[in-house]
């Protein structure tokens, strides 16, 4: 069950400029009712509290003239809430019907009459077959986040019994039914302040929603909507714009995010779709920020690997390098040249990345002599995964590619240095990948909320050639 996140997808409704979606969310049937239980819980709290000012009049009585009545005191002691619905208003809202709910009531009641003639006792309070209606309007705040209110609210109650105690019977049951309506009036004014009070009370929650969501020295990502939510008589559909920017400069991507659409099936409370144009997004951000790009030396490489990164090993397949820099210990630079490019296909993510790989000598005053310089062309398969409240992943090396870019050491065969560059892709640089992957990103959050029983699954979402538009998308279900 998915907590806060069915809130949040109830009440989430900002809208912004930019149409572009990478991320769609649906709540369906299974979902609503879990919400609905959540409020029963919270109007049920609400009524409890409910109190009624001391009603005080006077009313001719038969025989023995004029009464003054009191009733003071007044408390509540038990709800009900046992029949209830929450249906979605297609095109338009959220509507409560709650029925044959009751409340108990106690208090004290005093009498005048005749002057001098005083009595006095206690009551306890009936009311039954209440009624109430009410619609929950979405719509944002000044700050982008969403913000709930009820538009109307109707509260009928179907009787109201009164019980005395202690006193002359014979004398209240004469203004019983009099006071009963009073209370009945009085109580229909109540009900409906404490259920738009309890709506309004998950606005302090929904302002925690990481509508801008930090990821980490150089991107956040932002979950405001790019258009309104689409409300069916079965599930509510929303449109974030899922995208990734530089913490520092919003700068928009080159490519846009196309259409996309989540799968039919609501069996489960949430759907969450995130698309191949988030996952692009941040491919962009890391790479415009220069993040994708790694010097990899010697002490980094485990010690019972027989690959060193020193001239000695690599003078074994480019003799000039033994024969120029003897004995020196190396250092290669690997640096992405264009975005990384991620395809999702059904149960499978793939990384391409175009890199160049540049090899220096380490001279005795720390100098760099540069040797050669390596276009490779690598592929690797994502496992994603959520951990809390955040999306990881790890990575493992498909293929790798090498060409010759640039030599400072004359001609030599790229194929010869293959095994010793895997070696290096698969001793450091992939690890050091994971280790980054496995921090994650944010998905959007109310407060303290969790996902539970969240299952993912890797989806193809058109069938045509790869662009960076949404081809595929992550599926989360729970």
Request: proline letters at 4%; glycine letters at 6%.
């Given at each position: 069950?998915?907590?806060?996140?069915?809130?949040?997808?109830?009440?989430?409704?900002?809208?912004?400029?930019?149409?572009?979606?990478?991320?769609?969310?649906?709540?369906?049937?299974?979902?609503?009712?879990?919400?609905?239980?959540?409020?029963?819980?919270?109007?049920?709290?609400?009524?409890?509290?409910?109190?009624?000012?001391?009603?005080?009049?006077?009313?001719?009585?038969?025989?023995?003239?004029k009464v003054e009545?009191?009733?003071?005191?007044?408390?509540?002691?038990?709800?009900?809430?046992?029949?209830?619905?929450?249906?979605?208003?297609?095109?338009?809202?959220?509507?409560?019907?709650?029925?044959?709910?009751?409340?108990?009531?106690?208090?004290?009641?005093?009498?005048?009459?005749?002057?001098?003639?005083?009595d006095s006792g206690?009551?306890?309070?009936?009311?039954?077959?209440?009624?109430i209606k009410t619609?929950?309007?979405?719509?944002?705040?000044?700050?982008?986040?969403?913000?709930?209110?009820?538009?109307?609210?109707?509260?009928?109650?179907?009787?109201?019994?009164?019980?005395?105690?202690?006193?002359?019977?014979?004398?209240?049951?004469?203004?019983?039914?009099?006071?009963?309506?009073?209370?009945?009036?009085?109580?229909?004014?109540?009900?409906?302040?404490?259920?738009?009070?309890?709506?309004?009370?998950?606005?302090?929650?929904?302002?925690?929603?990481?509508?801008?969501?930090?990821?980490?020295?150089?991107?956040?990502?932002?979950?405001?909507?790019?258009?309104?939510?689409?409300?069916?008589?079965?599930?509510?559909?929303?449109?974030?714009?899922?995208?990734?920017?530089?913490?520092?400069?919003?700068?928009?991507?080159?490519?846009?995010?196309?259409?996309?659409?989540?799968?039919?099936?609501?069996?489960?409370?949430?759907?969450?779709?995130?698309?191949?144009?988030?996952?692009?997004?941040?491919?962009?951000?890391?790479?415009?920020?220069?993040?994708?790009?790694?010097?990899?030396?010697?002490?980094?490489?485990?010690?019972?690997?027989?690959?060193?990164?020193?001239?000695?090993?690599?003078?074994?397949?480019?003799?000039?390098?033994?024969?120029?820099?003897?004995?020196?210990?190396?250092?290669?630079?690997?640096?992405?040249?264009?975005?990384?490019?991620?395809?999702?296909?059904?149960?499978?993510?793939?990384?391409?990345?175009?890199?160049?790989?540049?090899?220096?000598?380490?001279?005795?005053?720390?100098?760099?002599?540069?040797?050669?310089?390596?276009?490779?062309?690598?592929?690797?398969?994502?496992?994603?995964?959520?951990?809390?409240?955040?999306?990881?992943?790890?990575?493992?090396?498909?293929?790798?590619?090498?060409?010759?870019?640039?030599?400072?050491?004359?001609?030599?065969?790229?194929?010869?240095?293959?095994?010793?560059?895997?070696?290096?892709?698969?001793?450091?640089?992939?690890?050091?990948?994971?280790?980054?992957?496995?921090?994650?990103?944010?998905?959007?959050?109310?407060?303290?909320?969790?996902?539970?029983?969240?299952?993912?699954?890797?989806?193809?979402?058109?069938?045509?050639?790869?662009?960076?538009?949404?081809?595929?998308?992550?599926?989360?279900?729970?």
């Amino acid at each position: 069950m998915c907590l806060w996140y069915i809130l949040l997808l109830i009440a989430f409704t900002h809208a912004t400029s930019s149409t572009s979606s990478g991320v769609k969310v649906k709540v369906t049937d299974n979902g609503i009712e879990y919400g609905r239980q959540l409020g029963m819980t919270s109007i049920q709290q609400k009524l409890k509290s409910i109190t009624i000012p001391d009603i005080s009049g006077k009313q001719r009585v038969s025989v023995i003239g004029k009464v003054e009545y009191r009733f003071s005191n007044m408390q509540t002691v038990a709800v009900g809430l046992p029949t209830s619905a929450v249906d979605l208003i297609p095109g338009s809202g959220v509507r409560l019907s709650i029925s044959n709910a009751f409340i108990s009531m106690k208090g004290n009641w005093r009498v005048k009459f005749r002057r001098i003639l005083r009595d006095s006792g206690s009551f306890d309070l009936s009311v039954k077959q209440l009624s109430i209606k009410t619609g929950i309007a979405v719509k944002s705040d000044e700050s982008g986040r969403p913000q709930v209110n009820t538009f109307d609210c109707a509260a009928t109650v179907g009787s109201v019994s009164i019980k005395f105690h202690g006193g002359a019977s014979w004398l209240y049951n004469l203004f019983k039914k009099i006071i009963s309506k009073a209370l009945q009036n009085a109580l229909e004014k109540k009900i409906c302040p404490l259920v738009t009070n309890a709506v309004s009370d998950l606005n302090p929650q929904l302002k925690t929603l990481n509508v801008l969501a930090k990821v980490d020295k150089y991107a956040e990502i932002e979950y405001s909507m790019v258009s309104a939510p689409e409300i069916s008589s079965s599930s509510l559909s929303l449109s974030l714009k899922g995208q990734f920017y530089n913490i520092e400069k919003h700068q928009e991507t080159p490519f846009p995010a196309a259409n996309f659409s989540l799968p039919p099936q609501n069996n489960k409370m949430l759907y969450t779709g995130v698309s191949a144009f988030t996952a692009n997004s941040a491919a962009f951000v890391y790479n415009t920020a220069g993040a994708l790009s790694l010097y990899i030396t010697d002490d980094m490489i485990p010690q019972s690997s027989p690959i060193r990164l020193n001239t000695r090993t690599f003078g074994v397949f480019i003799p000039q390098i033994a024969k120029s820099f003897p004995g020196l210990l190396m250092k290669l630079l690997v640096k992405t040249v264009k975005n990384p490019i991620i395809t999702l296909e059904p149960n499978n993510a793939t990384i391409q990345a175009s890199s160049t790989v540049s090899a220096y000598a380490i001279q005795s005053n720390g100098t760099l002599s540069p040797l050669f310089v390596l276009n490779m062309e690598t592929s690797v398969s994502a496992r994603v995964f959520v951990t809390g409240m955040r999306v990881a992943g790890t990575v493992i090396l498909n293929k790798m590619d090498l060409t010759l870019g640039t030599s400072y050491v004359g001609d030599f065969r790229v194929r010869s240095l293959d095994n010793i560059l895997s070696v290096v892709l698969k001793l450091v640089v992939i690890p050091t990948l994971n280790v980054q992957l496995a921090k994650g990103y944010p998905l959007p959050t109310l407060g303290k909320m969790k996902l539970v029983n969240t299952d993912l699954q890797i989806l193809k979402v058109r069938k045509r050639t790869f662009s960076r538009n949404n081809d595929g998308m992550f599926c989360f279900k729970c």
